[in-house]
């Protein structure tokens, strides 16, 4: 076999949900019905994944076994990239957006919607629905009890009406564990065990510990804001990405901040 043929360098026109993979990042684009692997280093597109017109991938995880996994926000498809192959793993509803995977490959899938809920979906594509009725919760992250941290309330929440959510799979029950945030649309746990949650429109970064129902804003970033969702590399490097632009902004545990283009944006004429 020859050489691989150069990835289109294209930059789409805009991003979502995005997850570290080793030195690369995974992004998923709505506008772009595509998932991209991207180069942490300088943004080089590695890898084009389409979803399938009109699934509009929004998050991403990768799963222990490197199995990366997708919510398609438009028509309810959990994709799966495995082997450099994209395939629809399970079809749920539309409006699925949150996704995690935790250390025992089980996929978590919630939904931006007011009265959703939370499935599990085994590897094999075996669903089972753990908790309904709640409010509309995004990029979520898994405690280390299993259970789910999601932020709560959306932008409608208002200055202060951010909350974080515990969603506990065992039974159901759904636990406000911190409020009075700003509004919060993104969550992640960092390497140290803190759990991250990101006021999308400022830019904050907020330490939220869920059993004492405290948070204290940790970093404010504004270069790439406003921001989409947020993940953290294992040596605590943070990457948010740009809701309107195709571009991830980097933050280093030393501060250092740098914007990174995708691909090659094109230029305006």
Do not use: C
């Not at 050489?3 to 026109?13: F, G, K, M, S, T």
């Not at 498809?77 to 994209?86: A, L, N, S």
């Not at 509803?93 to 978590?108: C, E, F, H, L, Q």
């Not at 803190?194 to 830019?203: C, E, F, H, K, T």
Request: proline share 8%; net charge negative; hydrophobic share 40%.
């Amino acid at each position: 076999t020859g050489p691989r043929p150069p990835v289109d360098q294209a930059a789409p026109d805009s991003i979502n949900g995005l997850t570290v993979d080793g030195d690369t990042l995974w992004i998923a684009s709505i506008d772009a019905d595509t998932v991209f692997q991207v180069s942490r280093a300088d943004g080089t597109i590695l890898g084009r994944f389409p979803t399938g017109s009109g699934s509009g991938p929004d998050d991403v995880a990768v799963a222990p076994d490197g199995t990366v996994y997708s919510t398609g926000f438009k028509n309810g498809d959990i994709g799966q990239i495995r082997d450099g192959r994209y395939s629809v793993l399970v079809t749920l509803k539309a409006g699925v957006n949150p996704i995690t995977v935790g250390a025992d490959g089980n996929i978590w899938v919630g939904e931006m919607a007011d009265g959703g809920s939370v499935t599990r979906i085994s590897p094999d594509g075996t669903t089972e629905v753990v908790a309904t009725e709640l409010p509309t919760i995004n990029a979520f992250a898994l405690d280390p009890q299993g259970r789910i941290l999601a932020p709560a309330g959306g932008l409608q929440a208002g200055e202060f009406g951010g909350t974080i959510i515990r969603v506990d799979p065992a039974d159901g029950s759904v636990t406000t564990v911190a409020r009075g945030l700003p509004p919060v649309m993104a969550s992640a746990t960092g390497p140290d065990g803190r759990y991250l949650a990101l006021a999308n429109v400022s830019g904050q970064i907020l330490a939220v510990n869920p059993d004492a129902g405290t948070f204290e804003v940790v970093r404010t970033v504004t270069e790439g804001a406003p921001f989409d969702n947020i993940d953290v590399a294992p040596d605590g490097t943070i990457y948010l990405s740009s809701f309107v632009t195709p571009t991830v902004t980097e933050v280093k545990p030393d501060g250092t901040v740098r914007v990174i283009n995708i691909g090659h944006l094109a230029v305006g004429g």
